[in-house]
Every structure is written in C-alpha cells, then in structure tokens.
Nanobody
C-alpha cells in the first residue's frame, strides 16, 4: 500500500520560511518523479515544483528563487523549502508521485495546510 505523508505545514508571517517533508512508503521511490502541488480556496490546483529521481527539478514561475525542492532517495523523502513566503502562497500543499515515464500523478498525500499572514 502506497502512502505519502506530508508534514511541516503551519501558520507563518509574510517573509518567513517553512519546510515541508513528504515521507513515501510502499513504492520504489527511485522510479518516481515527486511533486509538490497546491490548491488555494477557489483556485485550481497547480504544480509548485517537481524533482526526478536523478535530481532534475522544475518549478512554477511564481515560486522561482523562493522555493527549493529536494529529495533524499535513501530516506524515501522529498522536501520543499519555502522562503520569503507571501500571503498568496496560502494553500493546501500536496505531495504526489508519478512514474518517471508518466504524465499524471498517481499517488497523493493527504495535504498539509500552509497559511501566510500579512
């Protein structure tokens, strides 16, 4: 049974930092590209950042220079370091996994709330 368990969300003031973690189990971690996606109230879910098993990354323009995705294949864990947070970053953040050769995310975590106050 595949499980993705996020942690690290919370309430932070604008300009602050948070680090999200996602621990994966029940899958061959190195076969999966891992992503962080978010959904704000009334908005569509969007990809924040993704990282391949080899460490190649991509991120949304809105977070470039502020957010960094990384992974530790030995620990089956993916991270999202979020700096210089803005109120518009407020959302539920989801960890997700897709096979390296697949377009769609197959497995999802339960989500963690990030709230940035102004």
């Amino acid at each position: 049974q595949v499980q993705l368990v996020e942690s690290g969300g919370g309430l932070v003031q604008a300009g602050g930092s948070l680090r999200l973690s996602c621990a994966a189990s029940g899958l061959t971690f190195t076969s999966y590209t891992m992503g962080w996606l978010r959904q704000a109230p009334g908005k569509e879910r969007e990809l924040v950042a993704a990282i391949t098993s080899g460490g190649s990354t991509n991120s949304a323009d809105s977070v470039k220079g502020r957010f960094t995705i990384s992974r530790d294949n030995a620990k089956n864990t993916v991270y999202l370091q979020m700096n210089s947070l803005k109120p518009e970053d407020t959302a539920i953040y989801y960890c997700a996994a897709r096979l390296w050769n697949s377009a769609g995310y197959r497995y999802w975590g339960q989500g963690t709330q990030v709230t940035v106050s102004s």
